[in-house]
């Protein structure tokens, strides 16, 4: 931000705004007291929030977002919500006379800081043929549009669905090899060097053999979007066993209480399966 184009910014959190602000002190940041006051202080506001939740209670709270849509406002929510939810949130922001676009983003909090996300667009075509090129821009690698509300939800969740049941299944393959006496190291060099190689096993998994789980994705999260996606398939009525198993793993070990996982990075997936396994290695490690 700078003086013609301050970065007005708001947060469920104050201190994250104070921090950010002190962070980057010679840009002009600009702190609101509510979610009202930004949208109303901006021509385009973007949000971002965790939960369906947390993004309700932002977006229709009495000083919430939708409180300060007027006419010409653009709202750019880049949650991950319920299909309804983007459709809902769309029609109310058209109806006070403003425009919306969906945006929910591929990637976390690593991608986030270099600014490689991947947008999931849908809504006004005019707001992201004016945005993809500087805002989305500054944030991402890559934007796509589709053709209506609720299918850049349904991609985010397509996506997000096939990367747990991805990461549920090498945390199966990383379990039996340490338990069948194959070094998990070189394993992970094995399996990088062929066709199942990609980077999200290159990086989980030196962390996961290492009970590294320092949260980028964090596992509740993941598994919100897993059950999400499950359900969008039971109601599309497709054939989706293989990832509601790995929706299940995941749902045992975000409710397992002695594991306490659910806050962590969703590579400690690989704790709960080490804790279902019986075999002489899981036992040691879960000693350890």
């Not at 971002?48 to 709202?75: C, H, N, Q, W, Y």
């Not at 069948?180 to 394993?187: A, I, Q, R, S």
């Not at 062929?194 to 320092?214: C, E, V």
């Amino acid at each position: 931000g700078d003086e013609a184009t301050p970065f007005v910014i708001w947060n469920r959190t104050p201190s994250k705004c104070i921090a950010l602000q002190e962070a980057f002190s010679e840009k002009k940041i600009i702190i609101k007291d509510s979610p009202k006051e930004v949208v109303e202080t901006c021509g385009i506001t973007y949000c971002m929030l965790s939960t369906p939740e947390a993004s309700r209670a932002v977006f229709e709270g009495d000083i919430g977002v939708l409180a300060g849509v007027s006419d010409g406002k653009s709202i750019v929510d880049c949650a991950t919500l319920a299909e309804g939810d983007m459709k809902r949130m769309y029609d109310a922001v058209v109806a006070k006379g403003g425009r919306f676009l969906e945006a929910p983003v591929s990637g976390s909090k690593g991608p986030a800081a270099q600014g490689t996300l991947v947008f999931l667009c849908a809504g006004s075509p005019d707001l992201f043929e004016e945005i993809k090129d500087n805002g989305l821009k500054a944030m991402g690698k890559a934007s796509h549009f589709f053709p209506s509300v609720g299918l850049g939800t349904r991609a985010k969740l397509v996506v997000n669905s096939l990367m747990g049941t991805m990461l549920a299944a090498y945390g199966e393959s990383l379990a039996l090899s340490e338990s069948v006496g194959l070094d998990p190291t070189t394993m992970i060099q094995v399996m990088g060097q062929g066709a199942i190689s990609n980077p999200m096993f290159s990086l989980k998994g030196p962390k996961m053999i290492a009970k590294d789980h320092t949260p980028n994705f964090p596992l509740k999260h993941a598994h919100k979007d897993m059950a999400l996606a499950k359900q969008m398939a039971e109601e599309a009525n497709v054939e989706f066993s293989v990832n509601a198993q790995a929706e299940k793993v995941f749902r045992d070990a975000r409710e397992d209480d002695e594991l306490c996982v659910a806050d962590l990075d969703f590579s400690a997936v690989f704790e709960k399966i080490h804790k279902e396994s019986n075999s002489e290695f899981s036992k040691k490690r879960r000693l350890s």
